[in-house]
């Protein structure tokens, strides 16, 4: 069971610190390097982590879970990626209510 | 966590210049990395063998030459700010503003943007920047 509203807060977090909109990152699931080559706002793989690390860190402000993402290839599509994302925020919110 | 600037006065060596008889434009990347080990001394702090810091991109303007002298370099961490930086929280990269002075007549020689980020020497992968300074020594 994902938590209501989370799928959409990670997408929309994590355009808006891409610098781009979220059908540019998830509607034809792109890989990561091609959000770095289309992202205004990116030019190499920190740039792509701190955007990810933004968008963990709004997730535990407003949402109350710590989410730290594993290391991804730049061939990973955002798909993946954010199935990753969810897959951890509820395995992270789980430990935290135990 | 230190967010003032630091100012570190350096000796201009006769081998910083070239045949123009000014500091090579490559010898100022030298002075600004100079300039954030004296920073991250004022953070008391000391990296350990594995929590490494590198550099991920240099912007800089050549404003004016550095003859024989002295330099005087100012850094300064601009990203993330006080406000911004949380203990708890996940940050990846560090930007410092680097200026490098010319002390007699406060004349601004270099301006750069350093990104800084951090890895995990062992693991080869990046780490967040509460990673990095945890694992410091303290000085």
């Given at each position: 069971m994902v938590t209501p509203g989370v799928e959409s807060y990670i997408r929309q977090k994590f355009a808006e610190h891409a610098g781009l909109t979220e059908e540019q990152i998830f509607v034809d699931d792109v890989t990561l390097a091609v959000v770095i080559s289309r992202?205004?706002?990116?030019?190499n793989s920190i740039d792509l982590m701190e955007a990810f690390a933004r968008t963990a860190n709004a997730l535990r402000k407003d949402h109350g879970v710590r989410v730290r993402l594993p290391a991804l290839p730049l061939d990973t599509p955002t798909s993946t990626v954010l199935k990753v994302f969810i897959e951890e925020f509820e395995r992270q919110k789980k430990e935290t209510a135990a | 966590m230190f967010f003032g600037e630091s100012r570190l006065i350096l000796p201009v060596r006769?081998?910083?210049?070239?045949a123009l008889g000014h500091v090579n434009n490559a010898v100022a990347l030298e002075y600004l990395e100079t300039g954030r080990w004296d920073w991250l001394g004022l953070q008391g702090l000391e990296p350990g063998a594995r929590m490494i810091a590198v550099v991920a991109r240099t912007e800089i303007d050549y404003l004016a030459e550095i003859p024989r002298g002295r330099v005087e370099v100012r850094t300064v961490l601009?990203?993330?700010t006080a406000e911004e930086f949380d203990e708890d929280g996940l940050t990846y990269r560090a930007r410092f503003r680097q200026r490098v002075h010319?002390?007699?007549?406060?004349?601004?020689a270099v301006d750069a943007l350093v990104t800084v980020a951090f890895l995990d020497?062992?693991?080869r992968c990046l780490v967040p920047m509460q990673d990095f300074l945890a694992a410091a020594v303290r000085g």
């Open positions: 992202s205004p706002r990116m030019t | 006769p081998n910083d210049l070239d601009e990203s993330p010319l002390p007699e007549t406060d004349r601004l020497a062992e693991q």
